[in-house]
């Protein structure tokens, strides 16, 4: 039944090409007889005609065979081609494999229709494959990260049935207990609540805020970490700062970039916290003077469960950065790290000020 269809559709087209080149053919041929007649002075008998007749039907046969032939070699290198590319191509994304690429079409213009659909194609092939991977290291991360207090509770939770248990030994396994709950509450949280700012079910409510004010508040917070470790604080706070954004979603950036800066920063060391505008932005500048990273690990630090130090797995879970990173595009502000290894590091963060702000 395809074969027929094939053939019916080949007959249409050589029959479409006939009528037009026998129309443009006679119309050609009367008009170059008639001029023939005017300047000749010559009277064309009926066998002349006839003659010219059969070589005029036959030459519109020629050409409309020919036509329809290079029609068909066109259509099937620039259309039909290219088009079962294209449709294998969206079986095999059907079936997982993002892996897949078409090659564009030969044309004199690189902006035909074909060559958009195939460009647009690969590009959504290429950002399939990168959120495919994405979501496999994000469960394959999550998996690890919630195996990981589990089984801390589990062992230790096994160990607190011990009989004769001495008190010191429960106190201990107890606090093991704890703190692997909450580790594993925060992991919680700290993934529902990228999964909304990643999902755009969080919306920001912008309000006019001193800036320099909300800096202070954060990093009081962490006193007593400073204080354990002997770190310097040192600060350097421009006065009325306003600017005009959401101040949960902005504690949520100062926190982590305090709680990173004072975790990796070695007992005795400093961490500096600064603040200052330009034209139209407010700049946070937050360094230490902790391990500092390399540029491999810098490219990726904003990744979700991505942690370059493994030293200090056990005191976060690879989503703070994530969740900074995500934060700071919703308020339409800009984040940047600086790092030597082994002298520290320095994340800078741009928010816009309110006065350029929109109400």
């Known amino acids: 039944m395809k074969r027929i269809s094939r053939w019916l559709a080949a ?16 119309c050609c041929m009367i008009l170059f007889l008639e001029i023939l007649q005017e300047e000749m002075g010559t009277a064309l008998t009926q066998e ?22 290079l029609d068909g070699v066109r259509r099937w290198f620039l259309v039909t081609r290219p088009v079962r590319r294209i449709a294998q191509a969206a079986r095999k994304i059907t079936q997982g494999d993002f892996s897949v690429r078409i090659r564009p079409v030969f044309s004199v213009d690189r902006q035909d229709g074909l060559n958009t659909i195939i460009r647009s194609f690969n590009q959504m092939a290429e ?3 990168g959120i495919e991977t994405l979501r496999t290291d994000f469960i394959s991360n999550v998996s690890h990260e919630l195996k990981t207090p589990l089984a801390v509770i589990q062992n ?40 909304k700012l990643e999902n755009q079910q969080i919306f920001p409510e912008n309000k006019t805020l001193d800036l320099g004010e909300q800096l202070c508040e954060c990093l009081l917070a962490f006193e007593d970490i400073w204080e354990e470790k002997d770190i310097t604080i040192h600060t350097e706070l421009a006065e009325e700062i306003q600017i005009k954004s959401d101040v949960e979603l902005l504690s949520l950036v100062w926190n982590n970039l305090f709680s990173n800066a004072l975790k990796f920063t070695p007992r005795g060391g400093c ?8 034209p139209s932005y407010a700049v946070v500048e937050v360094s230490d003077t902790g391990c500092g990273i ?10 979700k469960f991505y942690q370059g130090d493994t030293s200090h797995a056990a005191q976060g879970n690879g989503l703070g950065l994530a969740l900074v990173k995500r934060v700071v595009d919703i308020v339409e502000g800009d984040i940047s790290v600086s790092s030597e290894v082994g002298r520290g590091s320095q994340f800078i963060v741009k928010i816009r000020r309110a006065e350029h702000g929109t109400d």
């Open 271 to 278: 961490v500096s916290v600064r603040l200052w505008t330009e």
């Open 11 to 26: 007959l249409w087209k050589y029959l479409v090409f006939f009528l037009l080149i026998a129309f443009v053919v006679s």
């Open 294 to 303: 390399s540029p491999q690990v810098g490219a990726r630090i904003f990744e």
């Open 48 to 69: 002349m005609i006839e003659t010219a007749a059969k070589l005029t039907v036959g030459n519109v046969i020629l050409i409309s065979l020919l036509c329809t032939v």
């Open 156 to 195: 230790y939770g096994a160990l607190l049935q011990q009989p004769d248990l001495p008190e010191e030994r429960r106190i201990e396994y107890a606090k093991a207990v704890t703190d692997a709950s909450r580790r594993l509450a925060n992991l919680i949280t700290n993934i529902l609540r990228l999964n």
């Open 127 to 129: 950002e399939l494959s």
